[in-house]
């Protein structure tokens, strides 16, 4: 069984914590650590039956009977902290982004193959059961040749401004996902990107520098074009959808929602909103993309998102950002 140590007990590293300890095979958790540790979330990693808690991740990489990290720290410490790793021969989960600074992206990847270890981001929608049923159509060439992919992201509600302000702006925060699907589902690189985006739902937002609402028009290597629109809020729920439009035909996905009942009268037709947010939507993924780190290390095989797929959508979205400043569609050839 292999020993996993988690840096950063926030909400995304209380995620992972849970989803190991209950749907994770041959891993368990045998350390966390973070600089805030404080009386809730020892009582909260003690309820979960982990023993070892630290303030010091550094306690982690120099523990011999742990063999792998996952970085679940703030944006602006991933890098670095994946260098430390690497260096100290675990291997690596990390969370999105690698960084926003693309020197220090190329620098994990070299540190990460002088190292020889397995290093996965988290791009955990690629696990989710609908998100993967799009992309077995398109791998199996059920719709023929992909044309058209288009993604809907929107969030139940904007974040707070101070989060906005560190976020590194939306493109780079919240579209990041959205980019790495459509790389995944179309199976191309991207080559060109034009994004129009404006502040329609908090003028806060715009204030503090950044958008809150985008559409997002890409084209890729193989010809294919792809299409994201993002809102920060919605007033229904959690919209998460996609489309993958073919020569042959088309395959869609649409919303999860507490049951797929519709109650029709003479009043109208009613079904349930979707799910809340992330953690409703996806906590399914999280378990399963964590399953597949842990059997590639077991297993030696490849991780199913390398460190490539983690630097990709940091170009993309650094594309799109020049391009909402610049007013132009930009390509990816001109940030890396």
């Known amino acids: 069984m292999l020993k996993l140590g988690i840096i950063g007990a926030g909400r995304i590293g209380q995620v992972h914590a849970t989803s190991i300890t209950n749907n994770v095979k041959n891993a368990s958790v045998h350390m966390i650590a973070d600089p805030f540790m404080n009386e809730d979330k020892i009582k909260w990693i003690n309820e979960l039956g982990i023993e070892n808690i630290t303030t010091d991740y550094k306690e982690i990489l120099e523990n011999k009977d742990i063999d792998a990290v996952l970085i679940c720290s703030s944006t602006d410490t991933h890098s670095s902290i994946s260098i430390e790793a690497a260096r100290a021969n675990k291997h690596i989960f990390c ?150 439009f073919g020569s042959l035909g088309s395959v869609a996905i649409s919303n999860d929602s507490g049951s797929k009942a519709v109650i029709s009268t003479k009043d109208g037709i009613v079904s349930e909103k979707p799910l809340y947010f992330f953690l409703e939507r996806y906590m399914q993924s999280f378990g399963e993309e964590v399953n597949q780190f842990v059997e590639a290390i077991v297993n030696d095989k490849n991780v199913p998102v390398n460190a490539n797929d983690g630097l990709q959508p940091v170009l993309i979205g650094l594309a799109a950002k020049k391009s909402l400043e610049e007013k132009r569609p930009v390509k990816i050839s001109e940030i890396f």
């Open 95 to 244: 969370e999105k982004p690698i960084d926003h600074d693309l020197a220090k992206i190329q620098m994990v990847l070299e540190e990460v193959e002088k190292a020889g270890i397995k290093y996965q981001v988290g791009f955990n929608r690629r696990f989710d059961n609908n998100f993967k049923a799009i992309k077995d159509a398109v791998t199996e060439g059920k719709i023929g040749t992909p044309h058209i992919i288009k993604v809907t992201s929107r969030d139940p509600e904007a974040p707070g401004i101070d989060y906005v302000k560190v976020s590194g702006g939306m493109f780079l925060d919240m579209t990041i996902h959205d980019f790495d699907m459509v790389r995944y589902l179309s199976e191309s690189e991207v080559e060109e990107v034009y994004a129009l985006g404006g502040v329609l739902v908090n003028p806060e937002i715009g204030e503090a520098g950044d958008i809150d609402t985008a559409i997002i028009t890409l084209k890729l290597k193989n010809g294919a074009l792809g299409v994201i629109d993002n809102s920060r809020e919605a007033a229904y729920g959690y919209d998460q959808r996609a489309e993958v």
